[in-house]
């Protein structure tokens, strides 16, 4: 439908008065009138032109140029008014038709029921379960590249919402998030290096009762050493022990050679902060969890801003693409740059008359959080200034 009939519908719903052509009651008054399924306007060529259905079905839902078809629109006329219906009726339920085939939207009433059933189960789900509602949705997310902007977007959503994005527990954690106390917690198999057969010798040593029950416990054949290491930058032993610098520390003292051992070899203790935190699960994870360093800015989602007009954004810059455009080497280069925003990735188009400057490709530098003013064009921004944060 469009803007203008759904508005229309809606005010009818409200109250407004309208009138309903006698024979069209029985399949139009449920919509109060409006043309809002397929199966309306084929009811209106057997009713009231006296068409078979499948007649109906092939020459008005499936003409493409319906408007321009003054061959069917005679026919309809002429069958309508052989059925007494006057001329006035005609052109009205014509106009309606061609609207509804052309330029607006019908669907069919079977895919409406099912999709509007589906929409109020799920509303209802968000608003009562929210918790269980976003671990099902990034559950069900790829560990791909758009699966992890989507991730992205549903875990800003989930702290908007007070819903607390925790790390993967070696407990509990496998390939869906799971809901837990306080929050949900992120899957364990999208942590770098962790593959199945870590996966599979985790699920044995199960219940895990802490730290070192896991290091006395684990075959190195399968927990390797670059796998216990993202392990604990994850976050997976936070249970135990929620300095994840210490765990780490601990674990480079266990691996100490007997040279080292036998002249007591400290192993350096890092500092563990929000900043070690954030790169920790940015390395391991491919995004920040518990905290992203665009959380402080409050910038707004790119769809808050009006398609053509100008826009800010924040983020990561994650990549930098440079290239000549048409492939032609005699022109200045442009670039297309991903920046992580704390709601997904984006795309920047910087056209080479501003990538041209110096200032520009420097503010540009993978790792800079940058602040970046431009004109939206669909999920893009059209770059025309850069700050470095």
């Not at 758009?146 to 607390?164: F, L, M, P, S």
């Not at 900043?275 to 402080?296: I, Q, R, T």
């Not at 826009?311 to 991903?338: D, R, W, Y």
């Not at 970046?372 to 064009?377: A, I």
Request: net charge negative; hydrophobic share 35%.
């Amino acid at each position: 439908m469009g803007v203008g009939d759904w508005e229309e519908y809606l005010a009818r719903r409200k109250g407004r008065e309208y009138e309903i052509y006698e024979p069209r009651r029985s399949y139009m008054a449920e919509t109060v009138g409006t043309m809002t399924y397929q199966e309306q306007f084929l009811l209106d060529a057997n009713k009231l032109a006296g068409w078979e259905i499948a007649y109906a079905d092939k020459h008005i839902r499936k003409n493409k140029d319906i408007r321009n078809d003054e061959t069917l629109r005679e026919k309809f006329f002429r069958d309508c008014q052989g059925n007494e219906h006057s001329e006035q009726v005609c052109k009205t339920v014509w106009q309606e038709i061609e609207n509804a085939v052309d330029g607006g939207y019908s669907f069919n009433k079977s895919h409406s029921a099912s999709y509007a059933r589906t929409s109020y189960q799920t509303a209802y789900l968000k608003y009562y379960y929210p918790t269980e509602y976003y671990a099902s949705l990034m559950s069900g997310e790829k560990t791909d590249g758009d699966g992890q902007n989507a991730i992205a977007g549903y875990i800003a959503e989930c702290k908007g919402r007070g819903i607390t994005i925790l790390p993967p527990h070696i407990n509990y954690s496998g390939d869906h998030f799971v809901v837990a106390d306080g929050g949900i917690n992120y899957r364990i198999t999208t942590i770098k290096h962790v593959g199945d057969s870590a996966i599979e010798h985790i699920n044995e040593l199960r219940p895990i009762k802490s730290f070192d029950d896991f290091m006395e416990r684990r075959q190195k054949k399968y927990i390797k050493k670059n796998v216990l290491v993202n392990l604990i930058k994850a976050g997976c032993f936070d249970f135990d022990e929620p300095n994840r610098a210490l765990l780490m520390w601990k674990f480079e003292m266990s691996e100490r050679t007997n040279p080292q051992i036998k002249v007591d070899h400290q192993c350096d203790l890092q500092e563990f902060n929000d900043k070690l935190k954030c790169e920790w699960e940015k390395e391991v994870l491919g995004m920040y969890l518990s905290l992203h360093p665009m959380e402080k800015y409050g910038f707004k989602p790119l769809g808050e801003f009006a398609d053509g007009g100008y826009c800010l954004q924040g983020g990561e810059v994650a990549k930098v693409f440079e290239f000549h455009p048409k492939k032609n080497p005699s022109n200045p280069k442009m670039a297309f740059i991903t920046i992580n925003t704390l709601f997904g990735h984006i795309k920047l188009v910087v056209f080479a008359s501003t990538w041209g400057r110096k200032d520009m490709q420097e503010c540009f530098t993978e790792g800079n959080l940058v602040l970046v003013k431009g004109k939206r064009q669909g999920n893009d921004v059209l770059v025309d200034s850069v700050e470095v944060l």
